[in-house]
């Protein structure tokens, strides 16, 4: 990158122009040369200092969720302030921050009658950066409505440590909120890619005393194993709702967590869930979604299904970081892979392709 004439030429001024991961079309995601956004009077410019790449973002790869032809892509921003609006207030340049991959406006009706994921009364509204602005995979990001999505990192916590809070941790723990979990509650979690994981550390918090685990991934059941899960189950090697509704005794869980996004597991939450149990839908469905009406207990059976899209804001962050800094869960061992943001192409292979037990990538501008 050559500067030749710099916009600004006070000291620590960002520079013009930065690299970026840009949607070009399906199939295709390219590391392009972007300007460094200007800032306006809500926004604040975050130089990235880590981000990662999420399954939503392959989903935009594949070409599965659209986006518009380039856009920058990632929703998961931890950096520093490096500008900030004329009405941004609380924050200092030169701080260290994150931002949730939902940023709310914090004033629309939505957002005060605290459904912030749908802001603006829009189908994920919430959802800006990397969906409908352009997001973190950058050395530059913009924050919309900055004073309601700046969080500032405690001294003690290093990048990767909070790196899960924007998104991956939030909507992890979210489904353990939305299934109302109860001390001494028995609960299933199907999925243990990054977010189920998250599901089930968030599930120990909550007071779950049993937690039952299904992927098919040895490795990432041997992970959910030293989260918290007591009872990890292969799918390969046992029908797992039989094997729930064994390790019940019959009596099914009181709360499901679908964590994946798939016909066979949001029936199977159905399945093992006891009569007036809960489902907690975290996956991206796609296609068609039908309820067999015997595991729905032809509409009988008291269950509440609930879906839920991350969770963002400032204090949201807060919350997320203070269980970090409070040592009561630790998420570093979910990222297992490292690279450069001018490999970030390499990394997005990687990720896509679920190769060398990957849970995580931390891109580093
Ligand atoms: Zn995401
Ligand atoms: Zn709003």
Redesign the pocket.
């Known amino acids: 990158m050559t500067l030749a004439a710099p916009e600004r030429p006070s000291a620590g001024a960002p520079p013009r122009t930065m690299k970026a991961a840009v949607f070009v079309a399906p199939a295709r995601i390219e590391l392009q040369e972007r300007p460094v956004p200007s800032v306006g009077p809500r926004d604040a410019l975050m130089r990235i200092t880590t981000t990662t790449i999420?399954?939503?973002?392959v989903h935009i790869l594949k070409g599965d969720y659209p986006v518009r032809a380039g856009l920058i892509i990632g929703?998961?921003p931890v950096g520093v302030i490096a500008a900030l609006g004329a009405a941004v207030t609380g924050f200092e340049i030169g701080q260290r921050v994150i931002a949730g991959?939902i940023t709310p406006c914090g004033q629309c009706y939505t957002c005060l009658d605290g459904t912030h994921s749908q802001c603006g009364g829009k189908l994920m509204g919430g959802w800006k950066l990397g969906n409908t602005i352009d997001g973190c995979q950058a050395e530059y990001v913009l924050i919309p409505d900055a004073t309601a999505n700046l969080t500032p990192i405690p001294d003690h916590l290093t990048d990767e440590q909070v790196l899960m809070c924007p998104?991956?941790m939030s909507?992890g723990f979210a489904g353990a909120e939305s299934g109302h979990i109860r001390i001494g509650d028995v609960v299933a979690i199907f999925a243990q890619g990054p977010i189920g994981l998250c599901a089930t550390v968030g599930a120990k918090l909550m007071g779950a005393t049993r937690i039952i685990v299904v992927d098919g991934s040895p490795s990432r059941l041997a992970m959910a194993k030293s989260l918290g899960a007591d009872l990890a189950i292969d799918f390969h090697a046992e029908d797992p709702v039989a094997a729930i509704m064994a390790a019940t005794d019959g009596r099914g869980v009181d709360v499901a967590i679908e964590a994946l996004g798939t016909q066979g597991t949001f029936e199977s939450c159905l399945r093992v869930l006891r009569p007036g149990g809960t489902l907690s839908s975290l996956g991206v469905y796609s296609g068609k979604l039908t309820l067999p009406l015997d595991a729905f207990a032809a509409g009988l059976g008291d269950h509440t299904i609930i879906t839920t899209l991350?969770r963002g804001g400032k204090e949201r962050m807060r919350r997320l970081m203070s269980v970090l800094e409070t040592s009561q869960a630790d998420l570093r061992p979910l990222v297992t892979h490292r690279f450069p943001l001018d490999r970030i192409v390499e990394a997005y292979e990687l990720f896509a392709n679920q190769r060398d037990g990957v849970l995580k990538v931390a891109i580093t501008p």
């Open positions: 999420c399954g939503t973002d929703h998961e991959a998104d991956i909507t991350c």
